[in-house]
């Protein structure tokens, strides 16, 4: 275990699988190893198999908040944004004080298409004092796709050089200049209670790289 956490630690997402399958194989009643599996398969981007694995990983009449955080990220991931939320919320009635979990859910909300309740939830987990870079960097994410790229500067300075913060903001910007999508998505949202949502004519292809680099900043839980 400690060899392949370290494997995940350095990105080694493929040779952690090998090694995690391996224990898994070995003793596949161990959900302590079926969690950590779980979460390498979605490291290494095998969703469907990273699902089965980490439903095993605890059970309905004692989950463990750190694999419905995981559950989430990989259901957000294939584009299950409902159920993924579903987790996210679970997770945080055992967690409440867990920032990751809300920042997970913040850009959930964002997939979604949902960015004043994404900007909400980021803002709480960002002013815990438990948050961290990834947190605030994501509520500058969601910041700068609503347009507020002063405030999205703001908060990327925080752990950001001035310069960084800057260019990180401007890349954000140009992405969504480069998509009418995410203009139309802003107004959209300030129309969402006068729209039928199944009316929503957004191109899921049009918006795909802000989208992925939401779904990047999603966190497993450790």
């Not at 079926?34 to 309905?60: C, F, I, Q, W």
């Amino acid at each position: 275990m400690t060899y392949a956490s370290a494997l995940r630690a350095l990105g080694q997402h493929a040779q952690a699988v090998a090694v995690l399958q391996a224990l898994a194989a070995r003793d596949p009643q161990d959900r302590e190893i079926l969690g950590v599996y779980g979460k390498s398969l979605a490291d290494a981007g095998r969703l469907k198999e990273a699902s089965t694995v980490l439903a095993n990983a605890h059970r309905p009449e004692r989950p463990n908040w750190s694999i419905l955080s995981a559950q989430g990220c990989v259901a957000d991931q294939v584009g299950d944004h409902g159920q993924a939320q579903n987790y996210y919320k679970a997770a945080i009635r055992m967690r409440p004080d867990e920032p990751s979990i809300m920042s997970n859910l913040g850009l959930s909300y964002a997939l979604s298409k949902q960015l004043p309740q994404a900007e909400e939830t980021l803002r709480d987990a960002a002013n815990n004092p438990k948050a961290d870079m990834r947190v605030r960097q994501n509520l500058a994410l969601v910041l700068a796709l609503e347009g507020k790229f002063g405030e999205a500067e703001d908060w990327s300075r925080r752990d950001l050089a001035p310069i960084d913060a800057a260019a990180n903001v401007a890349s954000i910007r140009k992405m969504i200049a480069q998509s009418n999508t995410w203009r139309d998505l802003q107004q959209l949202d300030r129309q969402a209670q006068r729209r039928d949502p199944a009316k929503n004519t957004t191109s899921v292809a049009a918006t795909r790289p802000v989208k992925q680099q939401a779904a990047a900043n999603l966190a497993n839980a450790e």
